[in-house]
């Protein structure tokens, strides 16, 4: 069984005060966006937010097609690996695509790549350049739980952090041009970037 793990639980400092989550983008709310996008290659939705956000974004989530279970922080405003952590602990799945809440462009055909490449391994992550893409990457939920929870109780707080604990095969570049559309890692933490993006959603 495959889980999408959506991470929602940060503070929006660039969002000019608003909950981007559920902020409206050309009518949908962003996280539904997500959601949507990933419904066809995932079984089950689990979000990790805080306990405020959480009768808002399961408003944005009604009618939703598959299980959504939400994974309340326990770790509040200890950054995106405590999110991670916690998303990830609250699915059964054998691997789970964990994904920030601001990429309403992710690609479900990338997705289905990411799983068939992390089947043999802990972690599948995207290496577009010099960066690892950890928050849009699949995993084995319960190791990459664990090493999130090294990492954090050592005073990290990056979500890349987790990945020096698991056994990972890096998507690279070449593999992301042929497999992934443009815009997949798009994601939009401003207001600047939100209300550019929202043209492209209009007929």
Request: proline share 6%; hydrophobic share 45%.
């Amino acid at each position: 069984m495959h889980a999408g793990v959506v991470v929602a639980g940060g503070r929006s400092t660039r969002f000019d005060g608003a909950d981007k989550a559920v902020a409206e983008l050309a009518g949908t709310p962003m996280i539904r966006r997500v959601a949507d996008r990933i419904a066809g290659p995932v079984d089950e939705l689990v979000v990790n937010c805080r306990a405020d956000q959480r009768e808002r974004i399961a408003d944005a989530l009604a009618d939703y097609p598959l299980p959504v279970t939400y994974a309340l922080d326990d770790r509040p405003d200890e950054g995106p690996l405590a999110g991670l952590a916690c998303g990830l602990r609250a699915t059964d799945a054998d691997r789970a695509f964990v994904v920030a809440c601001d990429v309403p462009f992710v690609d479900p055909a990338f997705v289905r790549y990411l799983f068939d490449r992390a089947a043999a391994h802990e972690a599948a992550v995207p290496k577009p350049d010099e960066y690892r893409e950890a928050l849009h990457a699949v995993y084995r939920p319960d190791a990459a739980a664990d090493a999130a929870v090294r990492a954090l109780d050592s005073g990290e707080r990056r979500a890349v952090a987790l990945l020096d604990g698991l056994d990972v095969v890096s998507v690279t570049a070449e593999e992301i041009d042929v497999h992934a559309t443009t815009g997949s890692f798009e994601s939009l933490n401003t207001r600047t970037a939100f209300d550019a993006a929202v043209e492209r959603f209009e007929p």
